[in-house]
C-alpha cells in the first residue's frame, strides 16, 4: 500500500504557474505508474497527465498539452506537477493517483478506475 499526500495548490491570477507535488510513503514508489487527476465543481474527475513508473514517458490530456508537465524522483518519492500559463478553467481540486499494477515499466493509463490509490485533493483556483 502506498499514500500520497499533494501540496502545492492555491491562488494565482491567470496566465501564473503553480507547482503541483505529491509525496508518496509506504510501499517501494517506482513500482507505481502515477497520475494527476483533477474535479471542478458540478464535473466528472477528468484526467490531466501520468508518467510511468520509472519516468520518461508521459501523456496529457490535450486541454493542458504544452502548458503543464509532469515528472518524478523515485529517488524522493514524489511526482511534480508544473502548471504553466494556467488559465481559470484549470480551477478544480487536484488529485494525485498512483496505479499498482502497470503491466510494464512503459504502462500509463488515462482511466480513473484503473489507480488504486490517492491523495486527499489539493485546490487550485485560477482567477480571471
Known amino acids: 500500500q502506498v499514500q500520497l499526500v499533494e501540496s502545492g495548490g492555491g491562488l494565482v491570477q491567470a496566465g501564473g504557474s503553480l507547482r503541483l507535488s505529491c509525496a508518496a510513503s509506504?510501499?517501494?514508489?517506482?513500482?507505481?505508474?502515477v497520475g494527476w487527476f483533477r474535479q471542478a465543481p458540478g464535473k466528472e474527475r477528468e484526467f490531466v497527465a501520468a508518467?510511468?513508473?520509472?519516468?520518461?514517458?508521459?501523456r496529457y490530456a490535450e486541454s493542458v498539452k504544452g502548458r503543464f508537465t509532469i515528472s518524478r524522483d523515485n529517488a524522493k518519492n514524489t511526482v511534480t506537477l508544473q502548471m504553466n500559463s494556467l488559465k481559470p478553467e484549470d480551477t478544480a481540486v487536484y488529485y494525485c493517483?498512483?496505479?499498482?499494477?502497470?503491466?510494464?515499466?512503459?504502462?500509463?493509463?488515462?482511466?480513473?478506475?484503473?489507480?488504486?490509490?490517492w491523495g486527499q485533493g489539493t485546490q487550485v483556483t485560477v482567477s480571471s
Open positions: 509506504g510501499r517501494t514508489f517506482s513500482n507505481y505508474a
Open positions: 508518467i510511468n513508473r520509472i519516468g520518461g514517458i508521459a
Open positions: 493517483a498512483a496505479d499498482s499494477k502497470p503491466s510494464t515499466s512503459f504502462s500509463i493509463t488515462y482511466y480513473s478506475y484503473e489507480y488504486d490509490y
